[in-house]
């Protein structure tokens, strides 16, 4: 009797091609859909995550005349959000690889919309302060989450497209706040209103709950997209503890970058609006001074997309994933320079088109250092990396807040010291990224 032949593995779907943006979608499209619902389902969690954090801020006028608070009592509150979003950025990561993403993930918006929705039972600075820093706690397993679904779901020629769209969550939860927090609070009072933003997180966590697998274990998922899903052939890495994992060159070159780069969104989000208003007498007119910031985040989601499809197409036309992030992050870093003229702009729309390069540009850097951190990771430590880089960033935007305000202080509200520094920052962690991080995913020593 003869041998039979071992049967040859099944061919690869194609990829994408590395046309344009639109021509790239349809192909991802047609080669299946599963992976885009779930990262449809992490853009969502993505924006409810902003729209509870940034519903305080709204609402401070008419809770500060309701509660007499002072400047110092608001700032007070704020801190122990920062607090609990830099400790639970590291916690988050770990329970995050350690009991997988989908009962993780749910945990953390489940209890980041009851602390959103204990706000309206608070009556007292004390309590505002135990909220907000639940809310920080919880709220920190967002991008952790997002990474790690990402890392499951797609491979290295999308992951940097995948998550330039769930972070574009972000200023998309910047611009509804504000327009849809002022109706609630005229319709139903500031408790009602945070009542009602904390139910629709526990709706979101019910609907992750039945959508949500892993793709192995997907009842709906092809087998040809699962295949595309898992052709990055990659070394099998048994869960890490935290000591293997602060080893790891990866941790720290995602980790310092964070650090110097994600305090200055911190930055654009608190400073902007004096900014604008000191240096171009907007005051608060919806007009004068909302039109600009829509303008600035409006270009932040598109700098948030386009930043992953950059280097996706550099992958797409044959380019390794680690060279294709590290040179889509050079082009951001150069982008983000000329945000040094803004300060001597003659208009507020000339100082909008110099600011809006640079938030979009800094968008783009993001979705490009968050999948470098991806494509160095394995996928058993990714979200205790992230959470660790992501708990640096953290601190790095409390010591921001404090520069920021010394600065000011120090030179009579001088901005262009600050728009000086902000290049500065890209292209220290850009170098620091291109010496330290791996040019693969590592292993721990000793494993």
Not at 118 to 146: D, K, Q, W
Request: proline content about 5%.
């Amino acid at each position: 009797m003869s041998a039979s032949l071992p049967s040859a593995p099944a061919p690869l779907p194609p990829a994408p091609a590395a046309g344009g943006l639109f021509a790239g979608a349809r192909a991802a499209f047609a080669i299946g859909r599963v992976r885009w619902s779930m990262l449809g389902l992490v853009f969502l969690a993505t924006t409810l995550n902003y729209v509870d954090r940034a519903a305080l801020g709204i609402m401070q006028p008419v809770l500060s005349a309701a509660m007499h608070w002072t400047a110092q009592d608001y700032a007070d509150i704020n801190f122990w959000f920062q607090v609990g979003y830099a400790v639970g950025y590291i916690l988050q990561g770990r329970l995050i690889d350690r009991i997988g993403v989908k009962w993780a993930f749910a945990g953390a918006v489940v209890v980041w919309s009851v602390a959103a929705a204990g706000h309206g039972l608070a009556t007292s600075v004390a309590g505002f302060m135990i909220a907000r820093f639940f809310l920080g706690l919880s709220e920190a397993g967002n991008y952790p989450s997002c990474v790690k679904t990402t890392r499951l779901w797609f491979p290295a020629r999308e992951r940097a497209m995948a998550a330039g769209i769930f972070n574009a969550g972000t200023n998309v939860g910047a611009m509804m706040t504000p327009l849809l927090v002022p109706m609630l609070l005229s319709v139903w009072g500031w408790q009602s209103t945070f009542f009602l933003i904390g139910a629709v997180g526990l709706l979101w966590a019910v609907a992750w709950l039945r959508r949500y697998h892993d793709p192995e274990q997907h009842p709906t998922v092809t087998a040809a997209e699962r295949q595309y899903i898992e052709q990055d052939q990659e070394p099998t890495v048994a869960p890490m503890s935290m000591l293997q994992v602060l080893r790891l060159r990866a941790t720290w070159a995602y980790a310092l970058a964070n650090a110097l780069a994600a305090p200055v969104f911190w930055f654009y989000l608190y400073w902007l609006p004096p900014y604008l208003n000191k240096t171009f007498g907007l005051g608060i007119s919806v007009t004068k001074m909302g039109l600009p910031l829509i303008v600035i985040y409006l270009a932040a989601d598109v700098g948030s997309i386009a930043g992953g499809w950059l280097s996706s197409r550099m992958i797409g036309a044959g380019m390794r994933a680690i060279p294709a992030r590290m040179w889509s992050m050079l082009v951001c870093a150069l982008l983000i320079a000329p945000i040094v003229f803004a300060s001597g702009a003659d208009s507020v729309w000339e100082a909008v088109a110099y600011l809006s390069l640079a938030i979009a540009a800094h968008q783009a850097w993001t979705a490009n250092v968050w999948s470098l951190a991806m494509d160095t990771s394995a996928k058993s430590a990714v979200s205790s990396v992230f959470g660790f880089g992501g708990m640096c960033g953290a601190i790095g935007g409390m010591f921001m807040t404090q520069l920021v305000g010394w600065v000011l202080t120090t030179t009579n509200n001088d901005y262009r010291v600050l728009f000086t520094m902000i290049p500065c920052a890209y292209a220290i962690a850009l170098v620091w990224v291109f010496f330290v991080a791996p040019r693969r995913i590592e292993t721990p020593k000793g494993a």
